[in-house]
């Protein structure tokens, strides 16, 4: 049973729903029940996609190759790749961005940054995003000063959330960043997310109001449960008109929660809160990538043990 999870895993690694299909199809006369098991828990949501990965490297190397192609793909078809990160594991995890062949092949002139979220902290306090985006990312590839359009670190968290929004909208009405045709949203091009213990993405939290913001680009927060308290963040719906989204998780302690964002059984009224559940992009992708510790309660539970109760 175990085998045939992993090998439906290594199916949707190669980004396939249909040959995942067809996998699962030709395990049916093996296991015609695990088959059904399978599908019925992680039945795709449209357009969307799991990655799973036996280490890191084998991640890094693959979300390099992943948001290469997205930021081929944007500036073909708009000549911009507007691109939103956030904190956790991505950057390091972007690094082979930074290698051979990427540093020289892809269009970097044509790159602007933003963060998805980012800690109300000064730009070289410890904590803050940005510090380890330029040391691990910026520093390391030609992409021009001008277009990275990080939170003002002067003001007020309440401020900076305002001038963020304000700024984004000045870059919507000339289309740096595209517009969702579904509502007046930007339509970034690539979110890159990363989820916590808990099932936050960006600074949005569980059971936090912030969470049901429906007019707001940007918003802050001045009670997060992990520190530092004060962050500013982008909404649900910023981040579902996205074009692409990609949800990263390493390690054991995102296992639970990671299994309730994905799995069709965490449906019904005992459903804990999970943020990461609520990433459901209205017209793009979502893509997520899995260690093999995070996602070892999807395996679990196709190994034939009971769904934990988170
Ligand atoms: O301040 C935060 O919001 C957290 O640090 C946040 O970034 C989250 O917990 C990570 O995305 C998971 O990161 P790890 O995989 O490193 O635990």
């Known amino acids: 049973m175990h085998t045939?999870?992993?090998?439906?895993?290594?199916?949707?690694?190669?980004?396939?729903?249909?040959?995942?299909?067809?996998?699962?199809?030709?395990?049916?006369?093996?296991?015609?029940?695990?088959?059904?098991?399978?599908?019925?828990?992680?039945?795709?949501?449209r357009n969307s996609e799991i990655r799973m990965f036996e280490s890191s490297d084998e991640m890094a190397t693959d979300l390099a190759e992943y948001i290469s192609q997205v930021s081929e793909i944007s500036v073909k078809e708009r000549g911009y790749f507007a691109i939103a990160l956030s904190g956790g594991p991505l950057i390091s995890l972007m690094r082979k961005l930074c290698e051979a062949p990427y540093n020289k092949t892809l269009d970097w002139s044509k790159w602007y940054i933003f963060w998805a979220d980012e800690r109300a902290v000064a730009k070289n306090h410890v904590d803050s995003?940005?510090?380890?985006?330029?040391?691990?990312?910026?520093?390391?590839?030609?992409?021009?000063?001008?277009?990275?359009?990080?939170?003002?670190?002067?003001?007020?968290?309440?401020?900076?959330?305002?001038?963020?929004?304000?700024?984004?909208?000045q870059l919507v009405k000339i289309r740096t960043v595209g517009v969702s045709e579904s509502n007046d949203c930007p339509k970034f091009d690539l979110i890159l997310l990363s989820i916590g213990s808990d099932g936050h993405v960006a600074s949005l939290f569980p059971n936090h109001p912030a969470l049901e913001l429906k007019d707001d680009w940007v918003t802050y927060i001045t009670d997060s449960p992990v520190p530092p308290p004060e962050r500013i963040t982008f909404t649900f719906p910023v981040i579902n008109s996205a074009s692409n989204i990609a949800v990263v998780a390493?390690?054991?302690?995102?296992?639970?929660?990671?299994?309730?964002?994905?799995?069709?059984?965490?449906?019904?009224?005992?459903?804990?809160?999970?943020?990461?559940?609520?990433?459901?992009?209205?017209?793009?992708?979502?893509?997520?990538?899995?260690?093999?510790?995070?996602?070892?309660?999807?395996?679990?539970?196709?190994?034939?043990?009971?769904?934990?109760k988170y």
């Open 129 to 169: 995003y940005y510090k380890s985006t330029k040391e691990g990312f910026l520093s390391k590839v030609p992409i021009l000063n001008g277009h990275v359009y990080s939170i003002n670190d002067n003001v007020m968290v309440e401020d900076a959330a305002t001038d963020y929004e304000f700024v984004i909208r």
């Open 250 to 308: 390493t390690g054991e302690d995102k296992a639970k929660a990671v299994d309730f964002a994905i799995s069709d059984g965490a449906e019904g009224p005992d459903a804990p809160s999970i943020p990461a559940r609520m990433v459901k992009p209205t017209d793009g992708k979502l893509v997520w990538f899995l260690d093999k510790a995070s996602a070892s309660f999807l395996e679990a539970k196709n190994d034939g043990y009971e769904h934990t």
């Open 4 to 45: 045939s999870f992993v090998r439906f895993c290594r199916v949707f690694q190669k980004g396939r729903w249909e040959r995942a299909v067809a996998g699962a199809n030709a395990n049916r006369r093996a296991n015609r029940t695990m088959e059904r098991e399978i599908v019925a828990s992680y039945e795709p949501k």
